[in-house]
Nanobody, 120 residues
Framework: VQLQASGGGLVQTGGSLKLSCVAS????????MSWYRQAPGKQRDLVAT???????NYADSVKGRFTISRENAKNTVALQMNSLKPEDTAVYFC???????????????WGQGTLVTVSS
C-alpha cells in the first residue's frame, strides 16, 4: 500500500492551492482519510478529516478556508486551500485508515508529505 501526495508549492498570502493524495495497492476498503500538517519545529497537527460516508471535520484554524473531499472509487482525497496565510506554511501529509486485502483489521498509512509555503 502506498499513499502519494502532490500539489504543494509556493503561493502568496490570500492565494489558493489544491493538494491531492491517492492510495494504491492491495486495498480492500478505506475508512477515514485525513490531512495533517507539520510546521518547522512543531508537532504534526490534524487539519481535516473525512469519513467514508463523507462526514468532515476541520481544525478551527482552517474552518471556512479549507475543504476536504474524497472519491471513494478512486481512493483519493483532496484538500482545497483558499485564503492561505503565512501560518499555513508546513509540510502536509495525507493519512488513511484502511483495510489491506486479506486482512481483518484496519491499519494506518501515511503519505510522504508535500511542502506548502505561503509568502507574506
Amino acid at each position: 500500500v502506498q499513499l502519494q501526495a502532490s500539489g504543494g508549492g509556493l503561493v502568496q498570502t490570500g492565494g489558493s492551492l489544491k493538494l491531492s493524495c491517492v492510495a494504491s495497492g492491495r486495498i480492500s476498503a478505506i475508512n477515514v482519510m485525513s490531512w495533517y500538517r507539520q510546521a518547522p519545529g512543531k508537532q504534526r497537527d490534524l487539519v481535516a478529516t473525512i469519513s467514508s460516508g463523507g462526514t468532515t471535520n476541520y481544525a478551527d484554524s482552517v474552518k471556512g478556508r479549507f475543504t476536504i473531499s474524497r472519491e471513494n472509487a478512486k481512493n483519493t482525497v483532496a484538500l482545497q486551500m483558499n485564503s492561505l496565510k503565512p501560518e499555513d506554511t508546513a509540510v502536509y501529509f495525507c493519512y488513511a485508515n484502511l483495510q489491506v486485502l486479506d486482512r481483518a483489521y484496519l491499519t494506518n498509512w501515511w503519505g510522504q508529505g508535500t511542502l506548502v509555503t505561503v509568502s507574506s
